[in-house]
């Protein structure tokens, strides 16, 4: 059975930093690209963040260039999303997931077929 666990959601002020982390068990991980999304209520899945398999190439919204970066460890099975000078814009359930084909990286909501459970980012003005 595939597991994504994320883990470092919480409350912060705007301008703060919060640094998430996803865990993955139970497949091959070093093959897949993966992504971060987040959702806020009463709003579609939005793309954050992509990373290929082999971790060297990365993809970003635009609504969070230049502040979040998303990176991988394959010998740990964790990717991570650092996320810097956070907006209350940003507040959203965010989700890691993993693309559904090897070796293929995409900012589709679509193509991922296998997602963690969330975790809460609140960003208070």
């Known amino acids: 059975q595939v597991q994504l666990v994320e883990s470092g959601g919480g409350l912060v002020q705007a301008g703060d930093s919060l640094r998430l982390s996803c865990a993955v068990s139970?497949?091959?991980?070093?093959?897949?690209?993966m992504g971060w999304f987040r959702q806020a209520p009463g709003k579609e899945r939005e793309f954050v963040a992509a990373?290929?398999?082999?971790?060297?190439?990365?993809y970003y919204g635009d609504s969070v260039k230049g502040r979040f970066t998303i990176s991988r460890d394959n010998a740990k099975n964790t990717v991570y999303l650092q996320m810097n000078s956070l907006k209350p814009e940003d507040t959203a359930v965010y989700y890691c997931?993993?693309?559904?084909?090897?070796?293929?990286?995409?900012?589709?909501?679509?193509?991922?077929?296998?997602w963690g459970q969330g975790t809460q980012v609140t960003v208070s003005s």
């Open positions: 997931a993993a693309h559904q084909r090897i070796y293929t990286t995409s900012t589709i909501v679509t193509d991922y077929d296998t």
């Open positions: 139970g497949r091959t991980f070093s093959n897949r690209a």
């Open positions: 990373i290929n398999s082999g971790g060297g190439r990365t």
